[in-house]
């Protein structure tokens, strides 16, 4: 684990204090600070850059507010990609991936990207802030009423920081269930040049989303917001259902 660590990146992503200082104040902070503090100072304000301003600030909570937001979650390559497209085609649907937006701040070459990957790597879940920062911003960029969002939440922290910093929770969750040795299968042929796509850390993704996702479903059960659907089918027959799923709830009947 580089520099500051994943504890120290969790921990200073908690502090909503640094978490949210502006830029100029952070820049004033950086003169005044040793170098160690210096460096997870830098760490928080490129975070800060990169996702989205703090809730509080005018117009983002309401803009988060407006939309109807179903999570699609489920284990690594039980197909949340594959049939997320297709609604997002079929219904004109945004949809947002929470690991490709993960994936595109590492890319963009931030700061802290070592250690988001090193996360990834070890089949762990990043720290929640940085996630719902970055799914607040992209929702905050589309004017669609209603969003998918596949692979989050991932873990209680994820459910509960969005609750905090969103403000409101989700309509659904669909949820894809399917058979480990098939998961794992589908994703050693999967040609998308992942570098988490290895066996070790397939096996610990998969181990993590079953321990870390079963409070979170007992609790969306406990409510009557989990939808459940066998994904172990071809994709077309498992996009039958969904789409008539999504149909009865979401597109409204002619008078
Ligand atoms: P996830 O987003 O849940 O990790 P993906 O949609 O990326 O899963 O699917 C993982 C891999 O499995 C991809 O290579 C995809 O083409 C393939 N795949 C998806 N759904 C099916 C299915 N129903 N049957 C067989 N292969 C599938
Ligand atoms: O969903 P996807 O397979 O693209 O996620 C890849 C990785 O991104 C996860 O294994 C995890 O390390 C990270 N991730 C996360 N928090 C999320 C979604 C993904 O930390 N909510
Ligand atoms: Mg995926």
């Not at 802030?129 to 607040?136: A, D, F, I, K, S």
């Not at 850390?201 to 066998?230: C, E, H």
Request: glycine residues 8%.
């Amino acid at each position: 684990m580089s520099l500051v660590g994943e504890a120290g990146l969790r921990q200073l992503c908690q502090s909503r204090q640094i978490f949210r200082c502006s830029h100029t104040c952070l820049k004033g902070l950086l003169g005044q600070v040793r170098s160690s503090d210096r460096h997870r100072i830098v760490t928080a304000q490129a975070l800060q850059m990169v996702t989205a301003p703090s809730p509080e600030a005018p117009g983002q909570r309401e803009a988060a507010a407006k939309k109807r937001v179903v999570f699609v979650v489920g284990g690594p390559g039980s197909g949340k990609g594959t049939q997320c497209d297709l609604i997002s085609r079929d219904f004109s649907v945004p949809f947002f991936s929470a690991g490709e937006l993960i994936r595109s701040l590492i890319a963009s070459g931030c700061a802290e990207g070592k250690q988001l990957q090193d996360i990834i790597l070890q089949g762990h879940i990043i720290p929640s802030e940085v996630t719902v920062g970055l799914l607040q911003k992209a929702m905050a960029e589309t004017s669609s009423d209603t969003v998918l969002i596949d692979g989050f939440p991932r873990n209680t922290e994820n459910r509960t920081v969005w609750q905090s910093q969103v403000g409101y929770d989700c309509e659904m969750v669909l949820l894809f269930d399917c058979p480990e040795e098939v998961m794992l299968q589908r994703l050693k042929h999967r040609r998308d040049g992942r570098a988490d796509d290895n066996e070790d850390t397939i096996r610990k993704r998969v181990q993590n989303f079953k321990s870390q996702m079963a409070p979170v479903l007992d609790y969306y059960q406990s409510i009557g917001k989990v939808t459940t659907i066998n994904t172990d089918r071809p994709v077309e027959d498992i996009y039958s259902e969904l789409n008539s799923i999504w149909r009865q709830r979401f597109v409204p009947t002619s008078p």
